[in-house]
């Protein structure tokens, strides 16, 4: 008997043995990965000796197995006190969770890191994804680690820069003559016709689970607490989910007393379609035929957890908040300037948004407040030239230097 | 009473105060610095609860006063068992310290962490270095963390993407009208004119303490005990030195029983002075006047610390190896096939100088062998690029797809 208990579907709530499936039979919506929490005692000092990866979470996490995870030391990032950027913003306990320091470089690890570890765990032999951008990088890493075979479906439309990082770990790329939503189909199929784990497809409900994480992290770095209010960038509006649940099972085995927090939904204009729900009051999401953002990776018109996301928001009395692509690159170089971090995009649009709270006067300045830093600034730095000063120039003569120095 | 005894001459081994002094009045060599060791217990549990940063070595290290300490969270990078790497090269022990993952992406946030943090200490309102690369995006990180002004030299010939990394964290860019040559000599006279700190240059002796971080962590990830074999990049040769110095503190205070362990120096082809020097059996070390290689970081023609590089390469009985560009890039791509960790060319130089001597037959398969894996490969994505494969394309047919995965 492992420590999964069982699959429950979010909204019908039947519950399925954790097989290959990916979404209810019955309803079509998606799964959850339920645990029984029996078979420890569950208590803080568990963790003083855990490995400092999320690995330290395993009985938290849907594999049962230990001998088939992959381990790259994805996870347990800093959280770093911003002491500066809360001057700034007039914000007394603020942080910021850093996951730009991952072994891919975003927090796209934990889920490839589970999802794959699941693929190993199911016996299959290959795995993949469709993506151009983190979790492509991510789940070709991964692979490698594991020795499997690798699989990552791009469109035509791609310049070689943008597929570079996931191409160094060598897995099979195949460009789709077609749109993303081309490749997307074509890896779907792929994952049925030839028994590929696409991370983010047929192995879905496990993967999600690897980026609670981020939310397991967070409670236990602030001593076992829940911060009151956390910034999360929204994509596909899986991370802001997996995070809320993280933080429910923590409280459901009693390591933390509450799981309440303030969640803030940030996307980028030109891709808000989560923005726009909220603000119309409404429960349905309507897509965004041809997202505009600086922040790629949140470029998702039809986000597939939209509508938990918005429950979420209203069930916790939390914000939605959009960022125009001047305002992202202003975040980016913000948090870059007062603390020494440098984010991709995603990252900008949450310190954008976090700078809208505080001019609308929705967050307070004693509020404990936790930012997502999701991926590093290194991946799209060429898209952040144009904003960039240019370098003041001199002779190589000291006296020259002394108008530039010496005020 | 502080952690420091004193600076001491590494020629003529005259003492000083720890006050800014960078080289021997008497006789120019480099200074060390030397540590009471009284005030502590040594143990190794005493590391049970520290941070999970370099810090966690706060009282090895040259900072006196805690509150100076400027922390984003760099070091204790995960040391990973590199088994399919290992098994590609028939080595049974072989580790990956995995460096890419600090906050600016290489090892350089360690000395630059301690030089910034002594700047503060000393009560220095600005910082700075002459770099393009690693070292410049760590100084300008941490003056920004710390709120310090910060110049960073560069030369009159860079790339706008070379130094849009440093420039995101908004230190003041000074563009020289000369060569590197140039923009060191004007960064060190500035130094001394308007003290500011330049980490690599009057903060030096402090400065290059923080990559010894790097020598407690695999000694304390290791189980307190030094492997056979470190295989270090080379440059200025400083991150050698201060590894083996590392090492040596901690068989001094008796946390480690012997600081025992070969070293193996990687140069690349075009830049490999230490090597050649090395190889003619020769204590002095010819400049090279026109470095081309790869592995920028390690383009350094005159290395400041050639000559201590060769002593302990004597000493210890190791072995000096250079790399072609093509073996950089291989090298780079094996490690991220193999082990899921995508290095800059210096970590392909490594694994490069690693190949060659399993070729060679200097290693032995059961010897405990650590690859330093100073830095991220998103920071040279591009010049990878012309060597990477072509994706294959495919209609967005699933029977199209038979060929490729169906096999």
Redesign the interface.
């Known amino acids: 008997m492992g420590r999964i208990s069982h699959l429950e579907c979010r909204e019908c709530h039947t519950q399925y043995p954790a097989e290959r499936l990916y979404f209810c039979p019955s309803c079509f919506a998606p799964l959850d990965v339920k645990y029984r929490y029996d078979g420890v005692r569950w208590t803080r000092s568990l963790f003083?000796n855990a490995p400092?990866?999320l690995w330290r979470y395993l009985d938290l996490l849907p594999i049962e197995d230990e001998s088939k995870v992959v381990d790259?030391?994805a996870g347990?990032?800093?959280l770093?006190k911003a002491t500066?950027l809360g001057q700034e913003l007039g914000l007394r306990n603020l942080y910021i969770k850093?996951d730009?320091?991952?072994?891919?470089?975003s927090f796209k690890d934990r889920p490839a890191a589970v999802g794959v570890s699941k693929a190993l765990e199911f016996g299959l032999k290959?795995v993949g994804c469709a993506s151009t951008g983190n979790l492509a990088?991510a789940t070709?890493?991964?692979?490698?680690?594991a020795?499997l075979r690798c699989?990552i479906f791009?469109p035509r439309e791609v310049e070689?820069?943008k597929?570079?990082?996931a191409?160094?770990?060598?897995p099979?790329?195949?460009?789709?003559?077609?749109s993303y939503d081309?490749?997307n189909?074509?890896a779907a199929?792929?994952a049925e016709?030839?028994d590929?784990g696409v991370v983010n497809i047929n192995l879905r409900t496990y993967y999600v689970e690897g980026s609670k994480t981020l939310g397991f992290e967070i409670a236990e770095q602030l001593g076992w607490q829940t911060p009151d209010h956390i910034v999360a960038p929204v994509g596909s509006g899986a991370l802001l989910h997996a995070v809320s649940k993280g933080l429910e099972e923590l409280e459901q085995i009693g390591l933390i007393g509450s799981s309440r927090v303030k969640f803030t939904a940030a996307q980028g204009e030109g891709c808000a379609p989560i923005v726009e729900a909220f603000r119309r009051g409404s429960d349905t999401v309507e897509p965004v035929e041809h997202p505009k953002t600086l922040a790629k990776s949140l470029a998702i018109g039809e986000p597939g957890d939209g509508i938990y996301v918005l429950r979420k928001l209203r069930e916790c009395g939390g914000y939605a908040e959009q960022v125009s692509d001047p305002e992202i690159v202003e975040g980016?170089?913000l948090l870059?300037?007062?603390?020494?971090?440098?984010s991709e995009p995603a990252g900008g649009v949450v310190i954008g948004a976090l700078k809208r709270l505080v001019e609308a006067g929705k967050v307070d300045s004693d509020e404990t407040i936790v930012c997502l830093i999701t991926g590093?600034?290194?991946?799209a730095?060429?898209s952040?030239?144009p904003y960039?000063?240019r370098?003041?120039?001199?002779?190589?003569?000291?006296g020259q230097?002394?108008q530039?120095?010496?005020r």
Do not use: C, M, W
């Open positions: 003083q400092r990866s790259i030391g347990f990032t800093p770093i500066r850093n730009t320091v991952n072994p891919t470089f290959a990088a070709a890493a991964y692979a490698a680690r020795g699989y791009i070689p820069e597929i570079a990082h191409q160094i770990y060598s099979t790329i195949i460009q789709v003559n077609g081309a490749a189909r074509l199929q792929a016709a030839y590929v980016i170089r870059a300037k007062t603390e020494g971090i440098f590093s600034g290194l991946k730095t060429d952040l030239i960039l000063p370098p003041l120039t001199t002779e190589p003569e000291l230097v002394a530039i120095i010496g």
